[in-house]
């Protein structure tokens, strides 16, 4: 049963959280994507106990222990729900699994018009297991950091849905976005709609941020990107509650992989935080985001390779030092400015040593002090 | 015996070329990257009678017929040697293979200290089957159209000679990247010289214009991408032959796949061309390219999405004239500009159908007749 949102504890580190919303702040925050995962060994073992990842990701309780996990080792600045973009598409009926070794598969993948007439905003009830999770999260971090709640974009979701599975070359998807342009936009705008209730039931539910991960947006053509990507997200973005329960403003994030080259169409987004990849110059970002017409400037989130922390943490901490000074000194006196929260390009590896994670927290922290 | 090179018939269409130069043309040139390859049915038969990719590759005769084929289906404005970018490490003694359906694989890749000491440039001897090919495919050609010479930039080379074969997450080199870069820096001045070396005697043999291809530069951070691939081309470009053995130009050309975002400092490589892939607005990419402190301008290649070619032939000819019109109209007075080569952004997928390739060619053709 979910506690009311209004007993939770207040938060007593909230630096996440303001610079998601441009303010300034005493240090850079930095937490990880995918921060929770199978590099730390407490983890598999929890993993191992549940069986496998769904049997886990849909237990509110293990989803709970799975989540603090990396809060106990790290002086991370946010917690993020752990689960999968790809729980939405599972309520639709279309049959996830996790093949060991192989990544995610849909038993009924979406491939035709009778596929794409079927699908559906799914039934939330079906996705309560993910609102009892953020609840007894929210609760089991009393207040320590912010959570952040996620979703997949609506194009992210239809790689997904429509191939089946991951893909090298989005053959699949792609021939219907060129030959069947009708059908891809169905399939999108059923992915935002849900997206954002999806979205907002996590808000409702706790989540003190919110966070949309394009993962193959990078994939599309210029031009595609904006029409079937972009535009979906942004859809996503206005359905959104902008306070959650407490009455607190929930800062959303958008993180486009491959998606540098677009950031002045994503500075046009309804969002507060851009992502960016390793590709990404982060002055040169941080350029692009300044000074749009009296718009509240975005705040840019990133961007170290996570192939950085296999190196020695001598070198951890040179690469953090080198991503900071990219960024630049950070606005201390402006209201509202584009603020830096430090995070991986991506996800975290697998492979990745526990003690170089250690070595790159302290680092932010450490270089990043005003 | 390779004949010489002055013996080899006049040119008839020098439209590439032109365009490569930044001279007026009377249409946009086209060629397709790997246009001699797998989506041909009467590729796969002459694969199929050499018994693999190497055994076909290493014979001047069936290369020369390979490298001919896509020209008697489609007006193309230039042939590329049929060939692969492994050729050089394979001659340095790596061992390589192709596995069927598993992609390239290198029987000793180069890992530590030893590895990279025992590295040196590869006797030339060894690629002596890539110059008899280009000479016997020059002389077949009989100056219909020029004639590509190609290779690995130094980065992607060295990313299947660490990693050993195609790589997910590039976890090996980056590794030696952040750890050991000294090693890194060897093995990166070793491909250069060697690549440097290898197409300055395909020009010998014969090829009228040369290609880096820097497929995984894309995969580096901002920074890295500068120091581990874009240097090392640069090393390769300063030692290149400006001159065939007949006196003429030969424009060299660098693509890097998912270098979009580095345009900016790729036009400073001693190039003519930069290749482009399918998320670069072309507009965009060709004002970054113009007016750049009195340098002659580069032209731009690309960058259609091949799986464009997947969708009927309608979307084909819309797909094509959008790209065009992304461009927009070459400049027809200046001796010297940024001028346009449709290809594809990246090399065509082996299920394409190849009624689709005569559309694309026929509608680049059609609409940019000036």
């Known amino acids: 049963m979910t506690e009311p949102t209004s007993s939770f504890a207040p938060l007593r580190n909230d630096t996440f959280l303001r610079a998601c919303l441009g303010q300034p702040t005493d240090y850079t925050p930095v937490w990880l994507m995918r921060q929770a995962g199978r590099y730390l060994?407490?983890?598999r073992a929890l993993r191992a106990q549940a069986g496998n990842?769904?049997?886990l990701a849909t237990n509110p309780a293990l989803a709970t222990e799975a989540t603090l996990q990396p809060l106990e080792r790290f002086a991370l600045d946010a917690a993020i729900l752990f689960s999968d973009i790809l729980t939405v598409p599972d309520?639709?009926?279309?049959?996830?699994?996790?093949?060991?070794?192989?990544?995610?598969?849909?038993?009924?993948?979406?491939r035709d018009e009778a596929g794409v007439a079927a699908l559906a905003i799914p039934d939330m009830d079906k996705l309560r297991y993910v609102f009892d999770a953020v609840a007894s999260i929210r609760r089991a971090l009393a207040g320590r950091v912010p959570?952040?709640?996620?979703?997949?974009?609506?194009?992210?979701?239809?790689?997904?849905?429509?191939?089946?599975a991951a893909s090298?070359?989005?053959?699949?998807?792609?021939?219907?976005?060129?030959?069947?342009?009708?059908?891809?936009?169905?399939?999108?705008?059923?992915?935002?709609?849900?997206?954002?209730?999806?979205?907002?039931?996590?808000?409702?539910?706790?989540?003190?941020?919110?966070?949309?991960?394009?993962?193959?947006?990078?994939?599309?053509?210029?031009?595609?990107?904006?029409?079937?990507?972009?535009?979906?997200?942004q859809r996503v973005l206005q359905q959104l509650k902008r306070h959650g329960a407490d009455g607190k403003e929930v800062p959303r994030i958008v993180f486009t992989k491959g998606g540098g080259q677009w950031l002045r169409?994503?500075?046009?987004?309804?969002?507060?935080?851009l992502g960016v990849d390793w590709t990404?110059?982060?002055?040169?970002?941080?350029?692009?985001?300044?000074?749009?017409?009296?718009?509240?400037?975005?705040?840019?989130?990133?961007?170290?390779?996570?192939?950085?922390?296999?190196?020695?943490?001598?070198?951890?901490?040179?690469?953090?030092?080198?991503?900071?000074?990219?960024?630049?000194?950070?606005?201390?006196?402006?209201?509202?400015?584009?603020?830096?929260?430090?995070n991986l390009g991506h996800g975290i590896n697998q492979h990745t040593p526990p003690e170089h994670v250690a070595a790159m927290v302290e680092a932010v922290h450490r270089y990043s002090r005003r």
Request: hydrophobic share 45%; with cysteine.
């Open 41 to 43: 060994p407490e983890y």
């Open 53 to 55: 990842f769904m049997a």
């Open 280 to 342: 990404v110059n982060l002055a040169t970002a941080r350029e692009q985001l300044s000074g749009h017409d009296g718009q509240r400037p975005q705040s840019l989130q990133g961007n170290l390779d996570p192939i950085t922390l296999f190196a020695p943490p001598a070198t951890v901490d040179a690469e953090v030092q080198r991503t900071l000074a990219a960024f630049g000194a950070p606005e201390q006196n402006a209201a509202h400015s584009c603020q830096h929260i430090f």
């Open 91 to 110: 309520a639709m009926g279309l049959g996830l699994s996790f093949q060991q070794g192989e990544g995610p598969q849909f038993a009924r993948p979406v």
């Open 168 to 233: 090298k070359d989005y053959r699949t998807i792609k021939t219907l976005l060129y030959a069947r342009p009708d059908l891809l936009h169905r399939i999108l705008t059923i992915n935002a709609d849900s997206v954002a209730v999806y979205l907002n039931a996590q808000i409702d539910a706790g989540a003190q941020a919110v966070m949309v991960f394009d993962s193959w947006g990078g994939v599309l053509a210029d031009g595609a990107f904006q029409t079937f990507s972009l535009a979906y997200t």
């Open 265 to 273: 169409d994503m500075r046009a987004l309804d969002c507060d935080v």
């Open 147 to 164: 959570l952040i709640g996620f979703a997949g974009s609506p194009w992210t979701l239809a790689c997904y849905m429509v191939e089946g």
